[in-house]
């Protein structure tokens, strides 16, 4: 939830001067703490004006497109739509001493509307931090540790009507690689779990046996789990998931706690 973090650490601006154009300053402080923004705008209502100075707000409305959190990670479109928000200001700007998250003297809420291409998804799969787990779990499958798996070559097709296709090289040591391709449907399950549907996994064209992927697709589920967010105050709730031929759309609830007292 690190995005929930950033925007309230821009909100730090609710404590400016009479005068400025708060959402205008806002925005700008956004897109600092972005890697880059193709296109971002914030409105903020705040009446009467003089709310904001106590640190509330009636709603904050986000809409960007082309949002890159880091240089491998873009956004095609984020679309953010808050319930009324109420923050210690003072709290708020002691950041660098606790978690943003500790101002808040109510819980924040939001509507969150998020849309990846196929080629944000395939960037991603690039990415040192997705390099790394690949490396862990081919050493977690080897058998050798002189003779580690290597997983390499990572891609994404996302194929319509809720289903994708997901295909990996494998390699043993000098041995040749082994084509991995997963093809599964996506849902959600109970809003916190994703659910594989129909799922068929092939090692060079020859299909595992159903129980060893029913066994895979268990494993997936129970991994992603967004009730693992709740113990840090944070919850999460799949609302929509839709998969066509060119991106993946996501609609959620969020909603973050008031951290308790120590």
Known sequence: MEFLSILLSALLTLGSP??????????NVLSSRLERVEQLDVRIDNTPNYRALQGKLEQVRIAGRGLWLTPDIRIDVLEVET???????????QEGQTSPLASLRQPLQAGVRLV??????????????????????GSRLSRDTAQRYQFLNPRLELLGNNRLRFQVDAVEGNRQSLAIVVE???????????????PRVTVDGQALPSRLVEGFAKG??????????????ITVRLLQLEIDNQ???VAAFVRADVPQAD
Do not use: C, F, W, Y
């Not at 009479?18 to 925005?27: A, K, M, N, S, W």
């Not at 990846?116 to 931090?129: A, G, I």
């Open 18 to 27: 009479p005068g400025l154009i708060i959402d205008r300053v806002v925005e």
């Open 184 to 198: 599964s449907g996506l849902g959600i399950e109970a809003g916190h779990h994703l659910q594989l549907i129909e």
């Open 220 to 233: 997936i589920s129970d991994r992603v789990n967004l009730l693992s967010l709740e113990d840090a105050g």
């Open 83 to 93: 319930d009324p928000i109420n923050l210690d200001i003072n709290r708020l700007r």
């Open 247 to 249: 991106d993946l759309q």
């Open 116 to 137: 990846l291409t196929e080629s944000d998804l395939n960037q991603m799969l690039q990415s040192p931090r997705v390099a790394a787990k690949l490396q862990q779990l």
